[in-house]
């Protein structure tokens, strides 16, 4: 166990729809990443938050949207959502923005 | 652009055989290279190597890192059936975000 904790696990969604993914870090992390991992592409990066503020930006669309609260879960959103948004979505978190990162369990987004 | 290459992209062996993963990487200042273990869900950490660090080992598995060829092997002998994953290797890119390769498929049969 990790100590990244991430819910749904599942999300199963129709087009259109907007979901939003939940992200707890590990205790003392103050710094979460988001990624995508779908068949064909890999684990690419999303977006990273540090103690609340956003430090950098991957090739995350303009449909999706995150932010880090002031307990330092985050949540990622994605609205009108489209069949090649289905994926797994993963967090993860390090201690100050470091290289080591700790990844959740991921939440399976299908999206009919 | 920096990039991360891994090969082959999928491998299957025998139990026992030993197999070698690889990984190479383009990428400006370059400070560290990562492998992970993909099972199931969640990717696990194996090894981090650095300039100051450039082998590691853990039990069957270890890594080595190229600096001169702009890459990285990871090893894993006497290969058993709990073995079977996705092998991914990363570099820090831009700031602190990992850059992955698109990882290697290796499959261990009995």
């Known amino acids: 166990d990790s100590g990244v904790t991430q819910t749904p696990k599942h999300l199963i969604t129709a087009t259109g729809q907007r979901v939003t993914l939940r992200c707890s870090p590990r205790s003392g992390d103050l710094s979460v990443y988001w990624y995508q991992q779908s068949l064909d592409q890999g684990l690419q990066f999303l977006i990273q938050y540090y103690n609340g503020e956003e430090r950098a930006k991957g090739n995350i669309l303009e449909r999706f949207s995150a932010q880090q609260f002031p307990d330092l879960h985050s949540e990622l959103n994605l609205s009108s959502l489209e069949l090649g948004d289905s994926a797994l979505y993963f967090c993860a978190s390090s201690r100050t923005g470091g290289e080591k990162l700790f990844f959740g369990s991921g939440t399976q987004l299908s999206v009919l | ?110």
């Open chain 2, 1 to 110: 652009e920096d990039k991360v290459v891994q090969s082959p992209l999928s491998l299957v062996v025998h139990e026992g055989d030993t197999v070698t993963l690889n990984c190479s990487y383009e990428v400006t200042n370059f400070r560290s290279l990562l492998w992970y273990k993909q099972e199931k869900k969640a990717p696990t950490f194996l090894f981090m190597l650095t300039s100051s660090g450039i082998e590691k080992k853990s039990g069957r598995l270890s890594s080595i890192l190229d600096k001169k060829e702009l890459s990285s092997i990871l090893n894993i002998t006497a290969t058993q059936t709990g073995d079977s994953a996705i092998y991914l290797c990363a570099v820090p890119t831009s700031g602190s975000r990992l850059t992955f390769g698109e990882g290697t498929q290796l499959t261990v049969n009995p």
